[in-house]
């Protein structure tokens, strides 16, 4: 199993900062096999990047995904306050499908 | 339009049984895989299960191997999750979810609630 840790578990920031997530896999994911999520208190989580750096439908540019084999990271380039949410990492290229824990984008 | 609702979830003792259904309109089915993927209260998202479109080909976690059992109808366009020997670590708010490209469109949940 794919064990994905993310960091850091919350991300303290202002609106027009850039938020950087990372994740970690403990073994390299199949390429190109890899998404974020976006999830607000009392929502179902959104798609936000897959394929490692493609926009989900409705995502708007400011998020972008990059990385590789164990290292994979999310950047919002200027934080709206719509953004501020929970950031979910999960790989489906092998089974079982894991996410990582989470991280907490919070003003 | 594409979208996916999750009925069944309500209370039930340790050791009881429920199943899940999750009912898919707006898409061909049968072309996708399937997924439940469930979340404890104020905790992270746990993916459960998955099953190939063709039901050939299912998969478990090892938290719910050998007590849950994922099925489909296609004919139904419907998703199936059936829950046997339930525990109180299973209570959590339960998501079906199609995959395409990643999880692109997940239902609004179905709460299961493992209490005595």
């Known amino acids: 199993e794919i064990v994905l840790t993310q960091s850091p578990g919350t991300l303290s920031l202002s609106p027009g900062e850039r938020a950087t997530l990372s994740c970690r896999a403990s073994?390299?994911?199949?390429?190109?096999?890899f998404a974020w999520y976006q999830q607000k208190p009392g929502q179902v989580p959104r798609l936000v990047i897959y394929g490692v750096s493609s926009r989900a439908t409705g995502i708007p540019d400011r998020f972008s995904g990059s990385g590789s084999g164990t290292d994979f990271t999310l950047t919002i380039s200027r934080l709206e306050p719509e953004d501020f949410a929970v950031y979910f990492c999960q790989q489906y290229g092998s089974s079982p499908r894991t996410f990582g824990q989470g991280t907490k984008v919070e003003i | 339009q594409v979208q996916l609702v999750e009925s069944g979830g309500t209370l039930v003792k340790p050791g009881g049984s429920l199943r899940l259904t999750c009912a898919a309109s707006g898409f061909t089915f049968s072309d996708y895989y399937m997924h439940w993927i469930r979340q404890a209260p104020g905790k992270g998202l746990e993916w459960v299960s998955f099953i190939s479109g063709s039901s050939v080909h299912t998969y478990y976690a090892d938290s719910v191997k050998g007590r849950f059992t994922i099925s489909r109808d296609n004919a139904k366009n419907s998703l199936y999750l059936q829950m046997n020997n339930l525990r109180d670590e299973d209570t959590a708010l339960y998501y079906c979810a199609r995959e395409w490209s990643a999880f692109d469109i997940w239902g609004q949940g179905t709460v299961v609630t493992v209490s005595s």
């Open positions: 073994q390299a994911v199949n390429s190109p096999y």
